[in-house]
């Protein structure tokens, strides 16, 4: 059964910082890994998805990376912003079709 | 592009109520997903489907729950009779068939039984 685990769960940065999210799975049979942003009170909006093929996906200030055979993500953001402040959720996607989501890292960029 | 559009955003009702959420997808869309949100147990899948058909409803906890897809553009979860332990967000979301893109969600309907 796969698990999703991100560490840590809650991080608090002066803003400006550059900053690293973690993301481990157990299962390396998987089709693609997907980063999310959750604000307070909304849905998830997709950021980066990073097919099983490929190495790392980039927008902007992100960077996310997969190594599918140590089962581990990261997502880079450059130059944190008070703006950027928000729950951000790993999702891997098996072959079925269907998204395991880890339990999110909750991000706090100080002014 | 109005997103996926959930309603009601708010629901609290007592104990045996039955609770009829909603969900309108994105319009060309091929999939509905339906998640749960609690603190305990993350975001978890409920049930999905494509082309309004159920495909995997493995998620669904107990046959309190049902959901129904009656055409394309809309979808409904069914708590019949509700438990406090249902209290949680429920996300409704939709995709394309293509499945390099990803899930866009709604804001969500956090359910509170009293």
């Known amino acids: 059964k796969q698990e999703v685990t991100q560490i840590p769960a809650a991080l608090s940065v002066p803003e400006g910082e550059n900053l690293v999210l973690n993301c481990s799975f157990t299962?390396?049979?998987?089709?693609?890994l997907q980063w999310f942003r959750q604000d307070p009170g909304k849905g998830l909006t997709s950021l980066l998805l990073?097919?099983?093929?490929?190495r790392e996906q980039t927008s902007g200030r992100l960077n996310a990376s997969l190594d599918k055979s140590s089962g581990r993500s990261t997502l880079y953001i450059a130059a944190s912003q008070p703006g950027d402040s928000a729950t951000y959720l790993c999702?891997?996607?098996?072959?079925?079709?269907?998204?395991?989501f880890g339990q999110g890292t909750t991000l706090q960029v100080k002014p | 592009d109005a997103g996926v559009i959930q309603s009601p955003r708010h629901e609290v009702t007592e104990m045996g109520q039955e609770v009829t959420l909603r969900c309108k997808p994105i319009?060309?869309?091929?999939?509905l997903f339906w998640y749960r949100q609690t603190m305990m147990r993350g975001l978890e899948l409920l049930i999905y489907?494509?082309?309004?058909?159920?495909?995997?409803d493995s998620g669904m906890p107990e046959d309190r729950f049902s959901a129904k897809m009656p055409n394309a553009s809309f979808s409904t979860l069914k708590i019949q009779p509700s438990e406090p332990r249902d209290s949680a967000v429920y996300f409704c979301?939709?995709?394309?068939?293509?499945?390099?893109?990803?899930?866009?969600f709604g804001d969500g309907t956090r359910l509170s039984i009293l």
């Open positions: 489907f494509n082309n309004n058909v159920p495909i995997d």
């Open positions: 990073i097919q099983s093929s490929q």
């Open positions: 999702a891997v996607e098996g072959n079925t079709g269907k998204l395991i």
């Open positions: 979301a939709s995709s394309f068939a293509d499945r390099d893109q990803p899930q866009h």
């Open positions: 299962d390396s049979a998987i089709y693609n």
């Open positions: 319009s060309g869309h091929d999939y």
